[in-house]
């Protein structure tokens, strides 16, 4: 429901703050005063094409804020797609708009493109006048104002309508299932060359998880085992320089010694410690001896390597990811061997599917009909009183290409006059028959509870008396489960508000400048009174007022 309504600087407002409620909110004022500006200040903040001549005189810019305290699920839904987050239920709408004809959007304070403006305003208003439409204008949402209104009515209709979306998830997924088969099989032949020639490649290289890390890890060792080995090559040559050993020149060395003559030998100690050296360098140079390297070993691990990382490269994969790979291909290639079995099992599945998508379809369409045709009964019975006695509603329903809403195409259909053809609804009315005609149409279709906030323009143009009581009657109706607001001419209309706002024109040095108040009592009797004399309020005008407010 639309709460406030801000306006700076759009035409003949400066300023102005305006606080709507619930129900029927009514707007009048004399011819002039300004009463389609406000409908333009708020066509902006919904996202309506903005123009440099919407600016008030004198003033490089304009803005107006819309503020509503409902949040209905499809503009949630918009909200959620932008990225937009909404903790509450109050949703403001900022529109500005500068000299050049360029301005911003927000919502809550949020930028957002002119676009999701757009979408989330026509998604919280819809304006009728005579000639701005919206909503059941659009052939598109038929179905759905059809499948609403016999939802409210019967509780197995939404079921048949969610067993009709569910068929038909499942047929197009069967389609799709058999569709991808199809395509597979087309390419089978060549699929089954390619699928054969690395099956078996893979299947003989007989790759194995980690097998490629261990691998690397053994080639490793055995090249530094060479390298080792080399080492100590170069050590025991140094142990046995020109091929004389140096524990054998050690022993030597004590040998000599011992043949000194002296008794005792003065130099015992220095000789036993040479054998002790001696002994010591022959076990170094013993355990310095390199064990042997299996180079055929290393030959064969490098190849089987190679051959690996050749084969992951080939599949742009990782080598552990080899043997998925090996039992997909195989997979595909099974699949491709059983093709006419698979085939026929996914054709069957299809046609299954079909049937019971077009027996819940059967059984929608039924309902549909049968639910056209109450809906049909009920707006009939409001177009009398609404001066539209000679015309006539109708519900076309045709076949159109499956959806998870079934195979119906719902249309719309009015004639204003006997002998002439159904036509859609834009094109068959006039201005004021139309506005009258949707607003049966709303006031039938309507649910209890409904987010929107319908304007109605000049609804009663060309009808007076009884016609605009019943206009006003129904007007009041559509408002008591929802919100209206209306600009009218009728006192008729005026007396069925739940809110009376008064527009009103003023002129200061120069300066014209529009004005709206909230009026009650005398003023609103007054208001309702003048709408009916004209200038000039007379008691008898004043009487008739006070008989026409029901609220």
């Known amino acids: 429901m639309l709460t406030r309504l801000n306006i700076s600087n759009i035409v003949l407002i400066e300023r102005l703050n305006l606080d709507f409620g619930a129900g029927l909110n009514v707007l009048t004022g004399e011819t002039g005063a300004g009463k389609s500006i406000l409908l333009d200040a708020l066509a902006l903040a919904l996202g309506g094409r903005g123009d440099a001549s919407l600016i008030r005189r004198g003033h490089d810019s304009a803005s107006v804020v819309a503020e509503f305290d409902t949040i209905p699920p499809s503009v949630r839904n918009i909200l959620n797609d932008t990225g ?47 000639f701005a439409n919206h909503a059941l204008l659009n052939q598109a949402t038929h179905r759905g104002a059809l499948d609403d209104f016999a939802a409210r009515r019967d509780a197995a209709f939404s079921e048949t309508l969610a067993g009709v979306r569910a068929a038909y998830n499942e047929y197009s997924g069967a389609m799709r299932r058999y569709t991808e ?13 390619f699928l054969e020639h690395n099956v078996g490649e893979l299947a003989a290289l007989n790759v194995q998880p980690g097998e490629e890390e261990d691998l ?41 010694l011992e043949h000194i003559k002296t008794t005792p030998n003065p130099y015992q100690d220095q000789i036993d410690r040479l054998y002790e050296i001696a002994q010591s360098l022959s076990e170094i140079a013993g355990a310095l001896t390199p064990t042997d390297t299996d180079t055929g070993r290393l030959d064969e691990i490098e190849e089987r390597l190679f051959a690996i990382r050749a084969a992951a490269r080939k599949h742009r994969i990782t080598a552990d990811e080899l043997p998925e790979k090996l039992a997909q291909m195989s997979r595909q290639l099974a699949a491709i061997d059983n093709s006419d079995a698979e085939l026929k099992k996914v054709t069957n599945q299809m046609a299954a599917a079909r049937a019971e998508f077009e027996r819940r379809c059967a059984a929608l369409h039924n309902a549909r009909v049968h639910f056209a045709e109450i809906l049909r009964t009920q707006i009939l ?34 004639k204003t006059n006997p002998g002439m053809p159904f036509g859609p609804l834009h094109k068959t009315a006039s201005g004021g028959e139309l506005a009258r005609f949707m607003l049966a149409m709303r006031v039938v279709l309507a649910g209890e509870n409904d987010a929107h906030t319908f304007i109605f323009d000049e609804i009663d143009t060309g009808i007076s008396g009884a016609t605009a009581s019943a206009v006003g009657s129904r007007l009041n109706r559509l408002a008591s489960s929802a919100q209206a607001l209306v600009i009218t001419h009728s006192a008729q209309v005026a007396g069925y508000a739940d809110r009376h706002f008064k527009i009103s024109k003023s002129v200061a040095d120069g300066t014209t400048t529009t004005s709206v108040h909230e009026i009650t009592g005398d003023d609103r009797t007054n208001e309702i009174a003048r709408i009916i004399s004209g200038a ?8 008739t007022a006070k008989t026409l407010i029901h609220k």
């Open 84 to 130: 937009l987050e909404c903790d509450d239920d109050t949703l403001i709408l900022r529109r500005t708009l500068n000299a050049d004809g360029k301005g911003r959007a927000w919502v809550n304070d949020c930028a957002v493109s002119i676009k999701t403006l757009k979408a989330i305003g026509d998604a919280l208003v819809e304006i009728h006048g005579q």
């Open 216 to 256: 690397a890890a053994r080639r490793t060792a055995m090249m530094n085992a060479e390298k080792d080995a080399a080492i100590l090559s170069d050590a025991a040559e140094a142990l046995a320089p020109r091929g004389n050993s140096l524990d054998g020149c050690v022993y030597s060395v004590a040998h000599i």
């Open 536 to 543: 000039e309020i007379t008691p008898e005008s004043l009487a």
């Open 381 to 414: 019975a409001e177009l009398p009183e609404l001066k539209l006695g000679q015309a006539d509603f109708a519900v076309d329903i045709s076949e159109c290409a499956p959806s998870t809403g079934g195979t119906d195409n719902v249309v719309f259909m009015i």
């Open 181 to 193: 088969l199809k395509e597979m099989l087309s390419r089978s032949e060549t699929e089954r060359e």
